[in-house]
């Protein structure tokens, strides 16, 4: 019974993570989900050893390897996880695919008063995710405010709100995106268009 409970521990605690229409692609895969699965399969581990047939000597050495295995390969990416910056790069480097990764190390150049670069990690994030509109907002919103080129911006918040009307996977980026539209077309000298932009906002529940 208690193997039983080890192994069917696992996939209880994986459950949860398997409704996988709730995360965006780039939220797809997280070592978290593990923390909880992981027990059983250490229990299960410990089990087949205990119960093992094999000599003593034996089980402790295929433990010993098992743990050295692991351990190893703790050391070898640990240095990864000493700060954000450095995890999101990695993160970037085996995953170029990964918008969320372009996006946050976009947001860290602009902070750090690179537009140049964070202009191209916004864009890097388009390209791997079509069907965002996260990218398109923090491009948009960098040439606005920071680069002061409005006009530049307003396609870009246009598309960025078509995005958000085909998927609710960003649904808190809306407000935000529709009110530096706004301020993106008074800049722009369309003050009247501004002006409905936050009126419409403002209307929203």
Do not use: K
Not at 13 to 23: D, E, G, K, T, Y
Not at 58 to 85: E, I, M, N
Not at 101 to 114: I, K, N
Not at 173 to 182: I, K, S
């Amino acid at each position: 019974p208690l193997l039983g409970f080890a192994l069917a521990w696992i996939p209880l605690c994986l459950a949860p993570a398997l409704h996988v229409q709730s995360f965006r692609p780039t939220y797809l895969v997280h070592q978290r989900y593990l923390y909880l699965a992981v027990y059983g399969l250490a229990l299960a581990i410990v089990l087949a050893a205990v119960r093992s047939r094999l000599s003593l000597r034996l089980r402790t050495t295929a433990l010993a390897l098992l743990l050295l295995l692991w351990g190893a390969s703790l050391w070898a990416h640990h240095r990864y996880w000493r700060t954000d910056l450095e995890l999101w790069q990695r993160i970037a480097e085996v995953d170029p695919g990964n918008a969320a990764a372009h996006d946050w190390l976009g947001s860290q150049a602009l902070a750090a008063g690179d537009t140049v670069r964070a202009e191209a990690l916004y864009r890097r994030s388009i390209a791997a995710d079509p069907d965002s509109a996260i990218g398109l907002c923090n491009l948009a919103r960098m040439l606005h405010r920071e680069r002061r080129e409005p006009a530049r911006a307003l396609g870009l918040y246009r598309e960025a709100l078509a995005r958000l009307d085909r998927s609710s996977s960003a649904p808190d980026w809306r407000p935000a995106c529709e009110v530096n539209f706004g301020l993106a077309l008074a800049a722009a000298g369309d003050r009247d268009a501004a002006l409905s932009r936050f009126l419409a906002v403002a209307a929203r529940p």
